[in-house]
């Protein structure tokens, strides 16, 4: 299946990828599923999505897998998750479940949040049967797109036949809303620099944000 | 009278299955239909140009105003005759000769 996979992502026309691995996965069995896409020209960047109920399980686990993953994502199960998701800085992407009425993305996260909103665009909309999906979408878009919030868009799959190439995905985002502009962001650079920025954070001269080590140590 | 400007779409089909031409239109033709109705069928107008059974790659037109809601409808085809598959816009280009190009440059690769 993950050799499947890795062969349509690379048909699809991807370059990096962001593997979503259990958090209790043994790291040699984490290695060779990289060496998989590897083996396919695909760079790998591991995520966690961390589906927390309370604040402190969340903050606990933000502790926790903040140091060994490249990108975290927290799927906002409840609006107090969501609030505290969208101000901590460790969290790079929060989700929403767009079937679910109770918890979706507002004016007032909107005005909260750091990191990036994700969509999951094709597994909501091939998984779903209710055309309410397609609103939802395009609300978080709306809102997103008022508060000047990064998008990233992807396909959320786990199954080869639900890839769909980065164009195809920019090409829905825009039917449903998202300016052309910002859809091929979503798809390319805003991702990229999340990564960009976190690769930067786990370099050795990295202090904190907006502190680093500028002189070399030989000196 | 001058002619509209199309735009053509190099689809390729990622199925365990063969995929005859005819299931393909029929599902492409729907997807279209379905998700943005007849007025937008007709808006969109979207035709198969050419269909490769043996390596599962097509060649689709529609209007040069329309091509994000081709690429949408294709996005949105999960399958052929009850067959899970997935279908890719691997590339768009304003001429089929472009397509080709592209097609003989991936075989090099």
Redesign the interface.
């Known amino acids: 299946m993950c050799q499947k996979i890795a062969e ?1 992502l690379s ?3 991807y370059c990096t990828i962001g593997l979503t691995v259990p958090t209790g996965l043994f790291r040699d069995k984490v290695t060779s599923l990289r060496q998989v896409f590897l083996d396919n020209g695909l760079e790998v960047v591991l995520r966690v999505d961390l589906g927390s109920r309370s604040r402190d399980e969340l903050l606990r686990s933000l502790r926790r897998f903040r140091p060994s993953y490249d990108v975290i994502a927290v799927k906002c199960l409840s609006e107090h998750v969501a609030r505290v998701a969208c101000r901590d800085r460790r969290v790079d992407l929060v989700f929403f479940d767009l079937e679910n009425p109770r918890i979706r993305f507002n004016h007032a996260l909107a005005n909260l949040i750091r990191g990036s909103i994700e969509v999951n665009l ?1 597994s909501a ?2 998984h779903s049967l209710k055309r309410s999906v397609y609103g939802a979408i395009s609300k978080t878009f709306l809102i997103a797109q008022e508060h000047n919030v990064k998008v990233v868009l992807s396909s959320g799959s786990d ?7 980065p ?3 920019a ?2 985002a ?2 449903l809303g998202l300016l ?1 502009r910002t859809a091929h962001d979503a798809v390319a650079s805003t991702p990229m620099s999340i990564v960009a920025e976190n690769g930067e954070r786990h370099s050795r001269d990295y202090i904190e944000e907006g502190v680093r080590v500028v002189l070399s140590r030989a000196r | 009278m001058s002619r509209l400007p199309r735009r053509y779409l190099l689809v390729r089909i990622v199925s365990e299955q063969a995929v005859s031409e005819e299931q393909f239109s029929d599902a492409f033709m729907s997807a279209v239909r379905m998700n943005f109705g007849e007025i937008g069928f007709a808006r969109i107008d979207p035709k198969l140009v050419r269909f490769d059974a043996g390596r599962l790659l097509a060649v689709v037109a529609c209007k040069a105003s329309t091509v994000s809601e081709l690429e949408a409808a294709v996005a949105l085809i999960s399958g052929y005759s009850g067959v899970a598959a997935a279908t890719l816009v691997l590339r768009v280009s304003g001429t089929i000769k472009g397509l080709r190009a592209r097609l003989a440059k991936q075989r090099r690769s």
């Not at chain 1, 199954?159 to 190439?165: L, N, Q």
């Open positions: 349509t048909v699809a026309g094709v909309i091939l199954k080869p036949e639900e890839i769909r190439s164009i195809q995905i090409a829905l825009t039917t052309q």
